[in-house]
Nanobody, 123 residues
Framework: EPRLVESGGGSVEAGGSLRLSCTASGYQFMGYIAGWFRRAPGKDLEAVSCLSVTDGTSEYGDSVKGRFTAIDDGADPTVWLQMNDLKPEDTGLYYC????????????????WGPGTQVTVSS
C-alpha cells in the first residue's frame, strides 16, 4: 500500500534549525506536488509549502517565507523541508502530502498524507 512517512522532527530552541524529510513508499513524487502542512495546538491546519517536483516551482505560507525551504534534490522518493530561524509559533505537528496539482496543494485537499512529525520550538 502506498504511503508517506515524515521524520526529522524534534525539539529546538528559538533561532535553531531542523530539516524534515518525507519518504514515499509504493510511489514517487516526480510528476506531483509535494506539500508540507502543520497544525499547531488549537489551530487549523496551515499550508507551509507546495513544491512541484516536476519543474521546481514552489510556494510558501506568509509566516514561513524566507525561513523555510522545500527541497527536492533528485532523491525521489524523498523530499525535505529545511526550517531555519525557528520560532515558538512554528511549534506543531508537521505533515507532508502528495497532490496532483498546485491548486489542490494550496487547499490541502485530495492528497495522500503522512502521519506527521512533531516540531517543538522553545523560547
Amino acid at each position: 500500500e502506498p504511503r508517506l512517512v515524515e521524520s526529522g522532527g524534534g525539539s529546538v530552541e528559538a533561532g535553531g534549525s531542523l530539516r524534515l524529510s518525507c519518504t514515499a513508499s509504493g510511489y514517487q513524487f516526480m510528476g506531483y506536488i509535494a506539500g508540507w502542512f502543520r497544525r499547531a495546538p488549537g489551530k487549523d491546519l496551515e499550508a507551509v509549502s507546495c513544491l512541484s517536483v516536476t519543474d521546481g516551482t514552489s510556494e510558501y505560507g506568509d509566516s514561513v517565507k524566507g525561513r523555510f525551504t522545500a527541497i527536492d534534490d533528485g532523491a525521489d522518493p524523498t523530499v525535505w523541508l529545511q526550517m531555519n530561524d525557528l520560532k515558538p509559533e512554528d511549534t506543531g505537528l508537521y505533515y507532508c502530502a502528495r497532490f496532483d496539482d498546485m491548486p489542490n496543494c494550496r487547499r490541502g485537499q485530495f492528497g495522500s498524507w503522512g502521519p506527521g512529525t512533531q516540531v517543538t520550538v522553545s523560547s
